[in-house]
């Protein structure tokens, strides 16, 4: 790891000399460390902010990049084309402006690691492979949706592509993932995993159970920690005291990182290191993603809870896509034309995914009766006939 | 001061069937899981080298290593959250409530996340979650928990409480085999009863979940229940015997989902029905059993359905204080008598 970047490298004590005379039974946990190489920096000679020109991605990867980020935003807006046509049952959810957190961090897992995302983790479900007809189709309540439309927008899984999407209660995916890395170690599978969480997320308890567990249990989890200012309409200072949510990771006697989450080749080198690190026993690492949350909590919210003008800044000086759009031209990884046929490619894919989306059926009623337990065992809940004989 | 616990089958391997105890027949099935499938382990607190509070897992560890008998945090969420996570990589884990009335903090991913899994995206939850319930040993009012009635209404996890060894051994087994979350409920007073002693069969049988067994045959009236109140009722109906009342028994074994058809049976047979159980009455599954009754069995009845549970107060510490707390047989005693006279 980049020994030169330590945040605080605090000398505790060496206790040398004070041999002790009992075993230990682990290796001694490691020294404590932030690292910031890549934690957000002021632009030089106000100069427009651009992404990291440290970075062993290729050309092609790059362009890739941006394709998941344009996915990504393009999917959300037309989520909420569809959500003003009222064909969306639930609320929508967006990420504007954080995208790239999740779309960098997320690509550079290996195929066969596993992600759990957050609500405003679209990129990373698209990264793993699920496509956009599916999302399409879970939000608008349809019986083609992957959960048949018995849950909402990213609320499902698919374990072969190693996406387990998250529920509502916040911090429970911690756990849970820690669980699959557990069964991984057993299975003697060589995987990593990512489990997303934000500055709100990481005051349940169920965050600090299952990444304290993963950690005493030494296992490769990446805790990507998004900090988008608001939970709801909750500031982060009524959330915790610490100023950066990295410094959480001394609790766990863990590694953590920040990174510049609107840079989407620093969440991916970042990131990448994190799984390296992971990968090869190190055991548990938290990434704290600087970002921010440009939309209400779902569309419904007004914001009004935002200082004025802050939204502004945030769009005109710090948007992921004209940050990584900028950088792609300066570095010549892309010409305008090219970034212009990638995006007119998603749209065209959005187009299709959402035309078979609102092309499926709504669920056959009955349907709510099934799948409650495995269908051998237990026959389906059919709403039962009162005082039939 | 003296130590003299008796250590059952410390770190030996033990028999198939013979002569048990009802905590060493628990301990048999999950061993004998552990070695037919290799993707069932054991998490919990203390579960190792200690063997579990109760020793459930004791010898485990020396078995199949720790890779296999996992000690966690104290961390019910933990525990409940990494056996659901292992279980969609298709591993089947045994997690193990130091006491059961620790699951309040595992609540949240037992009932959102075990419970709802496999209805939400077809990912069943294959794990038991096990642990000592049950009041009577003056353990007070956060160690003595009998927790069914919290999960009656979650769809989505089914729940068992033996009182036998036999079916301690059997239904350990089967929750073990089964692909959907399985809340096992082991009465902490019946682990070393010698009452419970019996000899078990040495091939690989399982009980079935969601089958009751008639407990005592009888002609007169039924009693409902499960756990350690079967023997309160059993003590009862030995007593009524000697007043010529001939009381049947049905023990419920499963909890989620209830054999109906048995209960039914049973009601059909005798005409009338006492439900008995050791959690407090309101809310209690009494009243789901009663009401399914009063639906299905209506004409069948000769008298009310009436329910003996503990009192609606948290589980009291002082013996005279549990003892009121508790239905005891002189409660079942006088219920059934009125309830025949009626």
Known sequence: ?389 | MSTAIKKEHKSARPERGGVVTFVEAIRQGIWEEMERDPTVFVLGEDVGVYGGAFKVTDGLIDEFGKERVVDTPISEGAIVGAACGAALMGMRPVAEFQFIDFISAGFDLLTNYAAKCRYRWGAGIAAVFRGPCGSGLRTGPFHSLNPEAFFMNTAGLKMVEPSTAYDAKGLIKAAIRDPDPVLYFEHKKLYRLPRLREEIPSDDYIVEIGQARTAREGRDLTIITFGTMVLTALDAAEELEKEGLDVEIIDLRTLAPLDKPAILASVKKTNKVLVLHEASRTGGIGGEIAATIGEEAFEWLDAPVVRVASIDTPVPYSPPLEDYYLPQTKDVLEAVRRLAAY
């Open chain 1, 1 to 389: 790891m980049d020994q030169d970047t330590q945040r605080r490298p605090e000398k505790q004590p060496s206790g040398k000399g004070e041999r002790r005379n009992f075993r230990r039974r682990r290796p001694p946990v490691h020294e404590v460390r932030i690292f910031t190489k890549y934690a957000p920096r002021k632009p030089v000679d106000g100069r427009r902010l651009s992404c990291t020109n440290d970075t062993t991605l290729k050309t092609e990867q790059l362009l890739e990049l941006y394709r998941y980020l344009k996915l990504t935003r393009l999917v959300e807006e037309r989520l909420v084309n569809l959500y003003r046509q009222t064909k969306i049952v639930g609320g929508v959810f967006r990420s504007l402006g954080q995208e790239a957190t999740a779309v960098g961090s997320a690509y550079a897992l290996r195929p066969q690691d596993f992600v759990t995302p957050l609500i405003r983790d679209l990129g990373a479900v698209l990264v793993k492979g699920i496509r956009p007809r599916e999302i399409f189709a879970q939000y608008m309540a349809k019986a083609w949706g992957p959960s048949g439309g018995r849950d909402l927008n990213i609320h499902f899984g698919d374990v072969n592509k190693g996406f387990i999407g998250p529920i509502s209660h916040l911090g429970d995916m911690i756990p849970v993932m820690t669980g699959v890395l557990l069964a991984a170690g057993m299975q003697k599978k060589p995987i990593v995993a990512i489990a997303y969480i934000g500055d709100g997320g990481m005051s349940t308890g169920a965050f600090h159970e299952g990444l304290n567990f993963a950690a005493v249990q030494r296992l490769p989890l990446i805790v990507v920690a998004e900090y988008n200012h608001y939970a709801y309409s909750t500031p982060t200072s009524l959330q915790t005291l610490v100023r950066d949510l990295a410094e959480k990771a001394a609790g766990y006697g863990i590694p953590a990182h920040i990174v510049d989450g609107n840079d989407i080749v620093a969440c991916y080198e970042v990131t990448k290191r994190a799984a390296e690190y992971a990968r090869r026993g190190g055991g548990a690492v938290l990434i704290e993603a600087k970002t921010y949350r440009r939309k209400g909590h779902a569309e419904h919210d007004d914001q009004r809870y935002v200082p004025p003008g802050e939204i502004e800044w945030w769009e005109q000086h710090n948007d992921p896509i004209d940050r990584y759009e900028r950088y792609l031209l300066e570095c010549s990884a892309a010409t305008k034309e090219k970034l212009a046929q990638i995006t007119a490619d998603v749209a065209r894919e959005i187009e299709e995914d959402c035309a078979w989306a609102e092309s499926s059926p709504m669920p056959d009623p009955e349907q709510a009766a099934y799948g409650v337990f495995d269908s051998n065992n237990v026959p389906p809940a059919l709403r039962p006939k009162v005082l039939e004989r």
